[in-house]
């Protein structure tokens, strides 16, 4: 009865999430971003403000939320589902392309690229990366007595703040009117070109994985 009691309880919390999220989009879209308040989503959502803290620090935190939709977890997810003989590396470049790349809804990248706030929330949410996809990683290496995997997984997640901030902000690109930023050069290739950085360390984990599992 306590497991279904928790499931049931985990279940309302990522259905509160969800609804608040969502309000946040919606409204964000519709008013814009800078005329959505707290109370705004609270309400649309059917919950108090105090509750909505609860879930998000910022409007900004929740509208971009939406806008990602669990990614972090979909990257772990695709990683782990890599059959073994994949390489590390390339499970990993594979898994984020996979869901950084994925058609995207034209309002919400206008909204994102219109609002520096928004931007700046969107290239902090590949941070949230980090922890499921370290589990993904220890889960292949075996190395659980180890950093490694949150070394590897923190690095991961920086490589992608970068690719995505060159994507949004290309350097001494001008601004448009009212500051909407236009996304430069192949998000794809940016990606690879980031996380290829990382391939001899990933590489190295590996192979010292091979040898544990040899002795």
């Known amino acids: 009865m306590t497991t279904r ?14 609804a608040l999220r969502e309000a946040a989009l919606r409204l964000a879209l519709k008013d814009g971003p ?10 649309a959502a059917g919950v108090s403000p105090r509750t909505y803290n609860n879930y998000f620090s ?3 935190q929740a509208i971009v939320a939406a806008v ?4 972090e977890s ?13 390489r590390l590396a390339d499970a990993l470049t594979e898994a984020i392309l996979e869901q950084y790349t994925e058609p995207r809804d034209h309002d919400e990248v206008l909204l994102i690229n219109a609002s520096p ?14 922890h499921p996809l370290a589990a993904a990683i220890d889960q292949r290496l075996g190395d659980t007595g180890t950093p490694t995997a949150r070394v ?5 997640a920086a490589a992608v703040r970068i690719a995505l901030r060159q994507w949004l ?10 500051g909407l930023v236009v996304p430069s050069g192949s998000l794809p290739d940016l990606l690879r070109s980031a996380l290829a950085a990382l391939a001899p360390a990933l590489d190295a984990a590996e192979e010292q994985a091979r040898q544990r599992l040899q002795q």
Do not use: C, M, W, Y
């Not at 800078?34 to 309400?43: L, P, Q, S, T, W």
């Not at 990602?68 to 990614?71: G, I, L, V």
């Open 5 to 18: 009691r928790t499931g049931l309880r985990e279940q309302k919390k990522q259905a509160t999430r969800v």
């Open 34 to 43: 800078d005329n959505v308040r707290v109370d705004d989503i609270a309400e």
């Open 58 to 60: 910022s409007r900004e």
């Open 68 to 71: 990602t939709a669990e990614r």
């Open 74 to 86: 979909r990257v772990a997810t695709a990683v782990a589902a890599r059959p073994a003989h994949v």
């Open 117 to 130: 706030t928004l931007r700046d929330a969107f290239l902090d949410a590949a941070a949230a990366i980090e």
């Open 152 to 156: 590897l997984a923190a690095s991961v």
């Open 169 to 178: 902000q290309p350097p001494a690109a001008p601004l448009a009117t009212g």
